[in-house]
């Protein structure tokens, strides 16, 4: 396998707490119910969608003006929590696996619909082992379309039989799945079965097999 390619939130860190904080003031704000349950549909999928799925739940019709507002102002709430980040934010044994391809020689890549990832990545001090960042400014398409993970590909040389895909969410697994690459789910197994493998977290993941 000579690509790796990995979905951000969920994945490196774990961000979607904070994810579900800002969007649940602003659900509030909109006076529609927000649960967690309710915060399942969210991932993986990009911020317009997910603000489209909330005026579902409380049947709200907008202006694509009052949408831009909403989005925005969710983005400031979510970002006051970012900049408070730093590598302690990162999933258990996400930075060695992360060396260990890096040291092996294998190119990787960030697949995300997250439009802050880069700050992330700068701020949990992993961007230097990044050989390539697609997020959410760079596509147009959400997945479970598979334009992030081969604009990701493309980037890093690699063709899709060549690539694993890490992910937590089933949008991403599919949309991995579709772009025909090897898929791992992050999770649970129930959840993510769609998945080639599932593991709980990274340090259940025997990164150098990879390269036999």
Same mark, same amino acid.
Request: proline content about 3%; charged content about 25%.
């Given at each position: 396998?000579?690509? *790796?390619? *990995? ?9 979607? $707490? ?7 003031? !602003? ?13 399942? =549909? ?13 005026l579902? !739940?409380g049947?709200i ?25 730093d =590598? ?5 044994g ?5 060396q260990?391809?890096?040291? =092996? $020689?294998?190119?990787?890549?960030? $697949? ?8 992330? !990545? ?24 598979p334009?992030?993970?081969v ?8 063709e ?5 895909? *890490? ?13 025909g ?20 977290? #990274? ?6 097999? *990879? #390269?036999?």
């Open positions: 396998m000579k690509g *790796f390619i *990995f979905d951000l939130d969920g994945v490196i860190v774990d961000t979607a $707490g904070y994810h579900f904080q800002a969007w649940k003031k !602003l659900a509030e704000e909109l006076g529609v119910s927000f649960t967690l349950e309710d915060n399942e =549909r969210l991932k993986g999928v990009s911020r317009a969608r997910s603000l489209e799925i909330i579902e !739940l049947n019709r907008a202006s694509e003006a009052e949408k831009k507002v909403w989005m925005q102002q969710k983005n400031e709430d979510y970002l006051e929590y970012v900049n408070r980040m =590598r302690q934010e990162l999933l258990p996400v930075l060695s696996a992360l260990i391809l890096k040291d =092996r $020689g294998g190119k990787i890549a960030l $697949g995300s619909a997250s439009k802050n990832a880069r700050l992330i !990545l700068e701020k949990t001090g992993i961007m230097p082992l990044f050989d390539a960042v697609v997020d959410g400014n760079d596509v147009s398409r959400a997945k479970p379309d334009e992030v993970f604009l990701a590909a493309a980037q890093i040389g690699a899709a039989p060549d690539c694993v895909v *890490f992910e937590d969410s089933v949008a991403g697994i599919r949309a991995a799945n579709v772009a690459m090897t898929s791992i789910g992050i999770g649970d197994a129930g959840t993510l079965h769609e998945a080639r493998r599932v593991y709980p977290g #990274f340090t259940e993941i025997d990164i150098p097999a *990879f #390269f036999e």
